[in-house]
């Protein structure tokens, strides 16, 4: 593995939850502006590495550097202040907020301009260039139109949309998505995943992408790496690794 230059450096990842083992030694460097997928069959430990990256889950041993910077003890809300956008498995989305305040708000929770909720509804109102962000980012995921609907109106393809943008809100310098395209059909996660490209091309922001939908994976990542029973099974590109008979057996169940 090369490490110059990457923007995310895991070594040596262990996590254990009670017998059972996780992460087993798992190395990941992502670098800057690279899109990684991990796949893995079900319990391969995929979400538990996720976890570790942006700090919900701690580490047993291993490191994680982000930007030079260890960052493997601090709390979600610090490695989000230095640039890991996330979204969450489970939406959190405000019933009755617009489309354009989830954006607002989550613009000036990664600014640190607003800490608690209270704040943000008795503050006056949005500097203009937190507004210029949020138009920005509905226009690049095509919210536009939808920017002063009220979230429980729209459709699960779009609400997933929104979450993508409060992750961009902060200008993120790897945004980290896990499942996105779950409980999408093949319409709207065709549409995230041209979004995501666009996100891409126009930000730089690198991406780290858990995902099942393998078709979603290949038009979305330049690498890719296979978990296996807490370990990385292949890493490379995403027609290599789909190649490799060790990845076809314990991934894809193909014996042949
Ligand atoms: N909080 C926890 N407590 C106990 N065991 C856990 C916990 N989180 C994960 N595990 C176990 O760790 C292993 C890895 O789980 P993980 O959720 O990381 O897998 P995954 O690859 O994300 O699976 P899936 O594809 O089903 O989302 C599994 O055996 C799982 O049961
Ligand atoms: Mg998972």
Same mark, same amino acid.
């Given at each position: 593995?090369?490490?110059?230059?990457?923007?995310? $450096?895991?070594? @040596?990842?262990?996590?254990?939850?009670?017998?059972?083992?996780?992460?087993?030694?798992?190395?990941?460097?992502?670098?800057?502006?690279?899109?990684?997928?991990?796949?893995?069959?079900?319990?391969?430990?995929?979400?538990?590495?996720?976890?570790?990256?942006?700090?919900?889950?701690?580490?047993?041993?291993?490191?994680?550097?982000?930007?030079?910077?260890?960052?493997?003890?601090?709390?979600?809300?610090?490695?989000?202040?230095?640039?890991?956008?996330?979204?969450?498995?489970?939406?959190?989305?405000?019933?009755?907020?617009?489309?354009?305040?989830?954006?607002?708000?989550?613009?000036?929770?990664?600014?640190?301009?607003?800490?608690?909720?209270?704040?943000?509804?008795?503050? @006056?109102?949005?500097?203009? %260039?937190?507004?210029?962000?949020?138009?920005?980012?509905?226009?690049?995921?095509? $919210?536009?139109?939808?920017?002063?609907?009220?979230?429980?109106?729209?459709?699960?393809?779009?609400?997933?949309?929104?979450? $993508? @943008?409060?992750?961009?809100?902060?200008?993120?310098?790897?945004?980290?998505?896990?499942?996105?395209?779950?409980?999408?059909?093949?319409?709207?996660? %065709?549409?995230?995943?041209?979004?995501?490209?666009?996100?891409?091309?126009?930000?730089?922001?690198?991406?780290?992408?858990v995902e099942h939908d393998l078709a979603l994976v290949e038009s979305t990542v330049d690498r890719m790496v296979v978990l296996n029973f807490g370990k990385v099974l292949a890493t490379g590109g995403v027609a290599e690794v789909l190649a490799d008979p060790e990845v076809r057996r314990a991934y894809l169940g193909i014996t042949a």
């Amino acid at each position: 593995m090369t490490n110059a230059g990457a923007l995310l $450096l895991a070594t @040596g990842i262990t996590k254990q939850f009670g017998g059972i083992v996780a992460l087993d030694h798992v190395d990941l460097d992502i670098r800057p502006g690279e899109a990684v997928g991990i796949v893995g069959p079900n319990g391969a430990g995929k979400t538990t590495l996720f976890n570790c990256l942006f700090g919900l889950e701690v580490p047993d041993e291993g490191t994680v550097v982000f930007g030079g910077r260890r960052i493997d003890r601090l709390p979600v809300w610090k490695r989000s202040r230095l640039g890991i956008g996330r979204t969450f498995q489970r939406m959190e989305l405000f019933e009755g907020m617009t489309v354009a305040d989830h954006l607002l708000v989550a613009e000036q929770a990664a600014s640190g301009t607003v800490r608690i909720w209270r704040d943000f509804l008795h503050r @006056g109102g949005p500097t203009p %260039a937190e507004l210029h962000h949020v138009e920005e980012v509905l226009g690049l995921l095509g $919210l536009a139109d939808l920017a002063d609907r009220p979230i429980d109106t729209l459709d699960l393809g779009h609400a997933r949309l929104v979450e $993508l @943008g409060r992750a961009m809100m902060g200008t993120p310098r790897l945004l980290m998505l896990d499942e996105p395209s779950s409980g999408l059909d093949g319409e709207d996660t %065709a549409r995230l995943g041209r979004i995501l490209d666009e996100t891409r091309r126009s930000t730089g922001v690198a991406v780290v992408l858990v995902e099942h939908d393998l078709a979603l994976v290949e038009s979305t990542v330049d690498r890719m790496v296979v978990l296996n029973f807490g370990k990385v099974l292949a890493t490379g590109g995403v027609a290599e690794v789909l190649a490799d008979p060790e990845v076809r057996r314990a991934y894809l169940g193909i014996t042949a």
